[in-house]
Structure formats: C-alpha cells, structure tokens
C-alpha cells in the first residue's frame, strides 16, 4: 500500500515535511513545514501539526489535537524552536503540545509511552519521560519536567519551573506549586505529600524490601521531623546500601530548585 493511499485527499502536507511511508493522515490534517513523522504512526482526522515537530514511530494522535503550534510565552518573537516526541504515544483529542523558547533550550520534549488524555495542554520548555499517564484536562505550565511512569491525575494544573519526579502520582483536581519527588503521592490544592506510592510499586513487582525501605525513607524526610540534609544523610546511611531506588528519592530532595511538597 503506497503513502497515497494512507493519505486522505483532504489533507494538507507542507512540501518540506518527511513522512515515513506507512503513516496514516485521515480527513482535514494539517502539517506544517519542517515536519517529520516516523513509521507506523496514525493521525485521525482534523489534526494540526505546527512547523518545526518531530514525531517518532508508532504514535496515534486523535482529532482536533494541536501538536507543535509556536508557544504562548509573550517573550516569543518568531525563533525557529522545536517539539520532539518519542515512540508509541497515544495522543487523545484536543491536547495541545507546544514548542519551546530560546530562553530555555528551544525544545519541548516527550519520550515514549505516554497516554495524554483528552485536553491534556503542554507547554513550551516541556520535558516529559516515558510510561506516563496525563489524565483529562491536565494543564503542565512552561518549563517542567516529568520523570517516568508519573501518573497525574485530572483537572491537575502543574506550576511552571516544578519538576514531577519518577514514579510519583498526583491526584486529581490538584495544584502542584513546589516539585514531587519521587514515588511520592501528593494531592490538594495547593498539593500536599500523603505517602508513597506503594500501590504502583506492587503493581511493578517491587520487592517487599524496596517498598518498605522506600516507605521509611519517606518518614525520614517527611515525618520524623529532622531538616531535609538530616533526612538525607541517615537515608544514605540506614536505607541506601540495601535498597539502591531510594536514590531516586534522595536526587529528588537534593536536587529541587523549587522545594518539595510537604
């Protein structure tokens, strides 16, 4: 079957766009110039992808999604930046993926894996790992990061700047103003922590060890009442050397520009 066929007569192709040879472009798509999409993926119909997206293999992009439009940041006066996203996406309707700006790193990036639910907005200076789960109408604010196997729940707003680590979860409906380490759960508006994500972790065929070292490295810094570098340190100490995840956690705490939630 030739790319003509896979095409739909209504849609739109910039001359300078790269499309692999099976990818599917149904009824009133729009690709922008300086585009390119990879192997195996699918556009339903009414799907807009702006100028300067890499798309990868295997995606499938819903209709009326909006993937790779110029950003909202007002500083934005026209630079060549870019949207780049992994393999095997699903891409529901009416999300909105956004190009970076020169103030950051001119990229907005998505790894692989990801279920961006309905209205799932991203915006510039994005980076987003593998495996994570966007619920309905999550709005992630410039330059955020996001970790892996991350599941945020709906109506979810994330602050610009915070970044959501590894394996944690964020319930619905939530306001995240400071970053998420990892494994950690946190909800509420504004969000606080209330455990680890101990549910995710059996579900990942965790050990009964990792869990329960995780789960105490958790009462270090959040319970036990000592700073964060007391925390850390007897982390290191007690926890470390015979459960190696908990140095996600430790990252996370040490590494936050933000502060965590608490």
Known sequence: MSNHDLIH?????????VIAPNVQIGPYCIIGPNVTIGAGTKLHSHVVVGGFTKIGQNNEIFQFASVGEVCQDLKYQGEETWLEIGDHN?????????????????????????????????????????????ANNVGVAGHVHIGDHVIIGGNSGIHQFCKIDSYSMVGGASLILKDVPAYVMAS????HAFGINIEGMRRKGWSKN???????????????GLTSVQAVEQIKNDILPNVPEAQLLIDSVEQSERGIVR
């Open 210 to 224: 990792t869990i329960q070292g995780l789960r105490e490295a958790y009462k270090l810094i959040f319970k036990s």
């Open 188 to 191: 509420g508006n504004p969000a």
């Open 9 to 17: 007569s209504t849609a739109i192709i910039d001359p300078s766009a």
């Open 90 to 134: 699903l891409i529901r309707e009416h999300c909105s993926l956004h190009r970076g700006t020169v103030q950051d790193n001119a990229l907005t990036k998505i790894g692989s894996h990801n279920l961006l639910m309905v209205n799932t907005h991203i915006a510039h200076d994005c980076v987003v790992g593998d495996h994570n789960i966007f």
